[in-house]
């Protein structure tokens, strides 16, 4: 069809159109822009139809006229059906303009009166169809705009092709899409205009199926069902939002082991080739698909004799990919996988799986098999399913682990667990738990188990989820435990498992903790574990560090005599963390505590004990190759037993240790995976956009790290995490003062400053803020309160040892004193500071003191450059900074200037400038010598918005207009 621009709507912005696709579509709407045509292509439901739709709809606005077609596969041996879709209703517009010969052949083509085809009018026909969209594109810019480009007509795809790979600089762009399962797009690219861009859309990340997801209206989806969506749909857009209808739709979830449902739209679209194979054929393919990992050894073992000609026959109709190089069997798209196994008859279903238990060598496969091929409870079942989860967690597979215990529950007998009244002398009712507990972010310890029953099981399954970073998933089961037991020890620690999950938002489970200690009763161990909970919700929720302390030493006081090691290392370490942040003394002894043994090996590598905590103090000391020394260790030991939630945090220590050590690139790829693994599993996202945004201010995009503070402060806010709303603000203004903006800044570093002495802390290293706000306020002219800023910090760093922080200090004061006049003192001061930052490894200060002693010294007599700051950001890989060095290279003055700001000769004199304020008559002295606002700000060491707001305050009172008439003022005076 044609829209005419007149008629067409109002173009509006749809921004889930391009979910995923945003760079793809920034290129696309670059070469439309430069007038040049696009070719998108890519698999079916890939959603090349709507980025299409949302590049049409923004560029039709610029068109005279938009040109559609969307041929199908059914009408595509109906020629010239297209061309009477493009030019149908503009060809009356147009007739008077395209030569008799060739409109007579083109009506004919388009109307089907007469007969007129490729062969008989063939140069006819090509040169109308030319010649109509010249003759259009007379009148204003014409879009061309063509989807499902597969299915174009032969002859319409001929005409067309002749067409645009002559138009030359005809303003006639075209914008297309086709379907290619590789890269097979070469020859609809050869009947597009030359400049044509081909873009190639793949599959969707997991990040960005979950966010179109949400759009979509499929929201609150576990984390663990976005991924299992993501895995059968291949990232593809079409067939994930598919497999969520079907869920929606679908009252009862997939149970553990089972796949997604498929709904029949799209086992139809993936199986229509499914009734050209053989009865056993499938069946092999059916085995294949209930197989993890299968291979025609394993298919030959559970029974399919013939699967190397059946494999071969599926591959021949593109169901199979098998691979050249090894034995595995593939299937050519995952939803293939999915939509067989979903289309088989449940006996069917578990004849393969029986086959499975039997053929596969993997006694976690075999167990798994083995379960889904069993109906109802089965005591030596799940005795099988307990084992496997118990080898799949010493693999480091807790993922895998959760669901075999989920299955092992499932098979339980309800009656088959020991009940708490059955213990043995001795032990108390906690001991019937689960082993290991729920040791989740803030966990405490293992209970013994004997006769594990389906709840003791389920709690396992919690345990193994919060591990593996499922952290809706173990909620979900936590809650079904609630809802099941009334076993105390079983309930406390669902309770747990439900306040762990939260996260860092607290507020939200807070009317948890009274249920909590009313199921724990006069439990010591159960109680220990109530009260380390209540640990973090004094620091989180009431900021009380106090508070805080205290119930951790009470939680470690309990642990110990119940005799649960695990929770009193946790809640000894925990303490040393809080002890750490008020600069309390005895945190390098409350450590030591939770390093003596026995220790507990979980302990050891958990993100909240005794190693990180050492850690912390380690990098506060300035101890930076040790610290990361450390904190690697504990990374590399997570990741062999994939606990990803430690994985996360250790991921920031490190990105932490190499943004301290001014490693800035090393330490933004690292911050980035950090974030990508707390989007992915939704633990502690606001901690890793805090240092990803420091990261990116360091060494990436400081627009990108602006956005993450401000993302970071919000959700902080709504979380009432008062600890992390310090740390995004102190994030946002040291972005803010990297992009140059001092004033804003100032507020947001005010505002750190002010919820830290409300929450107590005391020690300088933890945030590192201090210099940030001291020289934002020195460049916003307010040196009473920078200078106090320093003086109350520096009496806490000295009180500490905190030296990185001592320079860094020195370095704000430098600034201070520069502002003042005091040159020589600056200058010293900063060489000082840069000295002292080299040597304690701080590379990225080092270069902000040596590029502040360069712009110090820009102006005044002697040599000048900036060559040794650029040398050092250059090293550190310091992005932003270096733009900065380079920008204020160029800005310097080509010759010395000027003496000293506190006295310059040129002053009006004293009853001109008597209504003045200090900074205001700086900048009017330094006007006067014919600096720019640019210079004035390097020279004070303040933004160039300051400079410009103080002039505006120097001509109110001087009642003056303009810089010019200070020149004068100061021309006058000389005169005089």
């Given at each position: ?422 213990a043995g002398p001795g032990e108390s009712a ?237 330490a933004l790829d690292l911050a980035r995976e ?61 972005a803010q003062l990297v992009a140059g903006d ?235």
């Open positions: 069809m044609t829209v005419r621009r007149d008629f067409k709507e109002p173009a509006r912005c749809r921004p889930d159109q391009v979910i995923g696709r945003e760079e793809l579509f920034g290129a696309a709407r670059e070469q439309l822009g430069r007038g040049g045509s696009v070719l998108l292509h890519g698999p079916a439901g890939i959603g090349k139809s709507t980025v299409l739709r949302a590049l049409a709809t923004e560029y039709g606005e610029a068109a005279r006229t938009v040109l559609r077609c969307s041929p199908t596969e059914s009408e595509s041996h109906l020629p010239f059906l297209a061309l009477a879709d493009l030019l149908g209703l503009v060809l009356d517009e147009v007739a008077d303009r395209i030569p008799a010969a060739q409109l007579t052949a083109l009506e004919s083509a388009l109307t089907g009166r007469g007969e007129s085809t490729l062969q008989r009018d063939g140069l006819a026909l090509r040169l109308a169809v030319l010649s109509a969209l010249r003759a259009l594109a007379d009148t204003g810019p014409v879009l061309v705009v063509a989807d499902d480009l597969q299915w174009l007509d032969p002859a319409s795809a001929e005409l067309l092709g002749f067409a645009a790979r002559r138009l030359g600089d005809t303003p006639v762009r075209m914008l297309c899409a086709v379907r290619t399962d590789g890269q097979e797009y070469d020859r609809h690219l050869r009947a597009s205009p030359p400049d044509t861009l081909a873009v190639r859309l793949g599959p969707l990340s997991r990040a960005q199926m979950s966010a179109l997801l949400d759009h979509r209206g499929f929201t609150g989806l576990p984390r663990s069902t976005v991924r299992d969506i993501h895995r059968t749909s291949g990232g593809n857009a079409l067939f994930a939002l598919e497999l969520g209808r079907a869920l929606a739709e679908n009252p009862t979830p997939p149970r553990p082991g089972e796949p997604l449902p498929v709904p029949t739209s799209l086992r139809a679209l993936v199986l229509n080739r499914l009734e050209m194979l053989s009865e056993e054929a499938r069946r092999t393919l059916l085995v294949a698909s209930a197989g993890a990992r299968p291979t025609l050894a394993l298919l030959h073992a559970a029974g399919r004799a013939n699967a190397e000609a059946e494999t071969a026959q599926a591959a021949g109709l593109g169901l199979l990919a098998t691979e050249p190089e090894g034995p595995a069997v593939r299937f050519a798209h995952p939803m293939i996988s999915a939509a067989l196994y979903a289309e088989a008859p449940a006996q069917e279903r578990r004849a393969a799986h029986a086959a499975l238990s039997t053929a596969a060598s993997d006694p976690i496969e075999r167990a798994r098999h083995l379960a889904l091929a069993t109906t109802g409870t089965d005591p030596e079942v799940a005795a099988s399913l307990a084992e496997a989860a118990t080898l799949a967690r010493d693999r480091g597979a807790p993922s895998v682990a959760a669901q075999l215990c989920l299955l092992a529950a499932r098979h339980t007998p309800a009656d088959g667990a020991r009940s708490s009244e059955a906690a001991d019937d738990a689960v082993a290991g507990g729920t040791a989740g972010s803030r966990d405490a310890g293992p209970i013994r188990r004997t006769g594990p029953s389906p709840e003791a099981l389920r709690l396992q399954a919690v345990e193994d989820a919060i591990t593996a970073g499922e952290l809706d998933l173990a909620r979900d089961i936590a809650r079904e435990v609630l809802a099941r037991t009334t076993v105390p020890a079983e309930r406390v620690r669902a309770w747990i498992a439900v306040i762990d999950t939260a996260g860092h938002a607290m507020n939200e489970v807070d009317a948890i903790f009274p249920q909590a200690l009313a199921d724990a009763g006069d439990d010591p161990q159960l109680l220990a574990l109530v009260h380390y909970q209540l640990t973090w919700r004094a620091l989180l929720v009431k900021g009380d560090f106090d508070e805080a302390r205290e119930e951790a030493t009470y939680s470690a006081e309990l642990a110990a005599r119940a005799g649960d090691r695990y929770t009193e290392l946790m809640a000894l370490a925990f303490r040393a963390q809080i002890e750490t942040l008020m600069g309390h003394p005895d945190a390098p002894a409350t450590i030591r505590r939770a390093l003596e043994e026995p220790q507990d090996p979980r302990v050891a590598c958990h993100h909240n004990g005794a190693g990180y905590s050492r850690f912390r103090w380690l990098i506060m000391s300035d101890q930076l190759p040790e610290a990361r020394a450390a904190v690697t260790a504990l990374l590399r030991e997570v990741r062999r037993h994939g606990w990803v939630e430690s994985e996360v945090h250790f991921l920031r220590g490190v990105a932490e240790t190499e943004l301290h050590s001014g490693h800035c690139g090393r950090s974030l990508r693994l707390a989007r992915d599993t939704g633990i502690g996202e606001v901690a890793s956009a805090v240092l990803t945004s420091l990261a990116e201010a360091a060494g990436g995009e400081v627009d990108r790290a602006l956005a993450l503070a401000r993302e970071a402060v919000e959700h902080a806010e709504e979380d009432g995490d008062q600890m992390y709303v310090s740390r995004a603000l102190a994030a946002l203004g040291h001092a004033e804003a800044a100032v507020r947001s570093l005010r505002r750190v400053r002010e919820v830290e002495q409300g929450l107590g802390i005391t020690d300088p290293a933890r945030g590192r803020w201090h210099g940030d706000l001291a020289e934002a306020l020195v460049r916003s002219g307010e040196f009473a309160e920078a200078q106090d800023v320093v003086d109350v910090t520096r009496e806490q760093a000295l009180r500490l040892d905190r030296y990185s922080v001592l320079a860094v200090l020195d370095r704000a004061e430098a600034l201070i004193r520069a502002a003042r006049g005091e040159q020589d003192a600056a200058a010293a001061q900063l060489t000082s500071a840069q000295d002292r930052l080299g040597k304690l490894g701080y590379g990225l200060e080092e270069a902000r003191a040596a590029f502040a002693l360069a712009q110090l010294r820009t102006g005044t007599p002697g040599p000048t450059s900036y060559d040794e700051a650029a040398r050092l950001f250059r090293r550190c890989r310091a992005l932003p900074w270096l733009r900065q060095v380079e920008a204020a290279a160029e800005a310097r003055p080509p010759e010395a200037a000027p003496a000293p700001v506190s006295a310059p000769e040129v002053l009006v004199g004293p009853d001109a400038l008597e209504g003045l304020a200090s900074m205001e008559r700086q900048v009017a002295a330094l006007v006067m010598e014919g600096a720019t606002n640019r210079e004035i700000a390097a020279r004070l060491f303040i933004s160039v918005k300051t400079v410009e707001a103080t002039l505006t305050r120097v001509y109110r009172k001087l009642g003056i207009r303009s810089r010019v008439d200070i020149v004068r003022l100061a021309a006058g005076r000389r005169t005089s």
